[in-house]
């Protein structure tokens, strides 16, 4: 969690970063996670049937 919270702003900040490529990590895998999170809810919809009435 480290990587993806903190490494982003102390990279904008200008501070010095063990592992600055980790600031560079945080919005490659935020699209992954958008990309996923999409699939799921395209195929959550795609399967879905009514609760009722």
């Not at 903190?6 to 980790?22: A, D, M, R, T």
């Not at 990590?25 to 009722?52: D, E, F, M, Q």
């Amino acid at each position: 969690m480290l990587c993806f919270d903190v490494y982003p702003y102390c990279f904008l900040l200008g501070k010095n970063l063990v592992h600055p490529e980790y600031a560079y990590l945080s919005p490659l895998v935020a699209l992954i996670a958008a990309a996923a999170a999409y699939l799921l809810w395209r195929t959550g919809l795609k399967h879905y049937n009514s609760a009722g009435a």
